[in-house]
């Protein structure tokens, strides 16, 4: 393990995001290798010190970490295909945002080329990489985790998630679901709060308690999932379902879109035909684990 901030690093990728990565390194004090495609972008990180280097291969072999972090797996994967790329024995952090089964398969690629192997999630925006509020995520091998641990302090807030190179990617979306599904409620209730001439600035702080007050609810109700027991301590999910219906008659006669407040009853309703309407809300998990496309 390296501890010292005079560890190379590598990062290929200069979008918006690998610009950011590759600052905080250089930041940092680390000797920063950097690639594009379109060299161009890499002139600010040049002007602050980092090596440019004239081939992907060439930025491999500068270091013996090198941060990707391009569109999309298959960027990735076409730059290293057309290009004759040495993997054998360095160790390759990919903060491409994909899904866990390419997360999976890059993991096995990269392991046939003699690499070491980690995937990563990036839980933040450009402006805060370098600092506590860039939230990061790992997977892979513990040890290749550690072993770079201190140079990828420069980036953030690290968390490792586990030895399975899928649940970064697992992780990343499931914040996803999670921000837009309050986003998406919060836009419900505004648009019907509109309706009787509330502006969004006055709703956005009560619904602001409302979100806090609900991620109060998650640790108790994973606990019910956990042990597979839902008993309504507090309600009932057919009380729920009453409720619901209320917000689609609300969003009807106002005239507002009613497509969220039906996916939720008809979720529930299914749950209450199952026989679960006696339980609390989190029963509704088994709805969540079927395969239901449409
Ligand atoms: P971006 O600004 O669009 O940059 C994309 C990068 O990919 C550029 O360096 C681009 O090269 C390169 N690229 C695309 N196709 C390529 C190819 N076929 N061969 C070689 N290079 C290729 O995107 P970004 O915002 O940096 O995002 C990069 C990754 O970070 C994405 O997976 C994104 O989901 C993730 N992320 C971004 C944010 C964010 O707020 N920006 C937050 C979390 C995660 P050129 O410069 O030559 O076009």
Redesign the pocket.
């Known amino acids: 393990m390296n501890n010292n901030t005079d560890t190379p690093v590598t990062v290929i990728?200069?979008?918006?995001?690998?610009q950011a990565l590759a600052g905080a390194f250089l930041k940092a004090g680390h000797p920063t290798t950097v690639w594009?495609?379109?060299t161009s972008?890499a002139d600010p990180l040049v002007a602050q010190g980092a090596r440019l280097a004239p081939t992907v291969g060439d930025a491999l072999a500068a270091s013996s970490l090198t941060i990707i972090?391009?569109?999309?797996y298959q960027?990735m994967h076409?730059?290293l295909a057309a290009n004759d790329i040495e993997l054998d024995g360095t160790t390759v952090i990919n903060?491409?945002?994909g899904d866990s089964a390419q997360a999976r398969e890059t993991a096995h690629w990269a392991g046939q080329r003699g690499a070491h192997y980690l995937d990563g999630a990036?839980m933040?925006?450009?402006p805060v990489i370098g600092t506590a509020a860039a939230v990061i995520l790992f997977s892979g091998p513990q040890p290749d985790f550690e072993a770079h641990q201190p140079a990828l302090d420069a980036l953030g807030t690290l968390t490792y998630l586990g030895a399975d190179h899928g649940l970064a990617s697992l992780y990343d979306v499931a914040g996803l679901a999670m921000m837009w599904s309050v986003l998406n409620a919060w836009l419900q209730g505004t648009a019907l709060l509109e309706t009787a001439g509330v502006d969004a600035a006055t709703y956005a702080p009560f619904a602001q308690q409302i979100a806090a007050g609900v991620a109060e609810w998650l640790p108790g109700y994973a606990e019910q999932i956990d042990n597979n027991s839902f008993p309504a301590e507090v309600s009932a999910l057919q009380t729920d379902a009453r409720a619901m219906a209320h917000l689609i008659q609300e969003s009807e006669a106002v005239g507002v879109n009613t497509e969220l407040p039906k996916l939720i009853k008809a979720m529930a309703d299914r749950a209450i035909a199952a026989g679960d309407g006696g339980e609390q809300y989190p029963v509704l998990i088994e709805e969540f684990r079927k395969p239901r496309n449409d």
């Open positions: 990728g200069l979008g918006l995001m690998g594009n495609r379109t972008k972090c391009l569109t999309d960027a076409e730059l903060l491409t945002s990036i933040a925006v450009p």
